[in-house]
């Protein structure tokens, strides 16, 4: 297996985890989610928003800030912060 193909089938994992955790926070687990459709679009609120960003440390142990979700807030966008690392911590 190549470097790319490790990287893609850990950028597939990331992206089905968070479209279940999205599920399983608005109470719809299985249901289909575009993954560059705008959390606001799919019903996320930023209540939820730390729900997933609690998830997203305990899961990856990845600091996403509450900014950098609201920026980047799709399931494409977040999959690249989770698999750039680290960035708001000092771990």
Known sequence: MTAYESLSIEKDTVVQWC???IGE???APG??????KDFGELGLDSSL???LLIEI???Y????????LFDNPSIKAVTG???GGDRTSEK
């Open 19 to 21: 479209k279940d955790q």
């Open 57 to 59: 440390e305990q899961k």
């Open 61 to 68: 142990g990845v600091e996403i800030s509450a900014e950098e």
């Open 81 to 83: 912060l989770i698999m």
């Open 31 to 36: 249901i289909s989610i575009d993954e560059n």
């Open 25 to 27: 926070l608005l109470n």
């Open 49 to 51: 928003a730390v729900s």
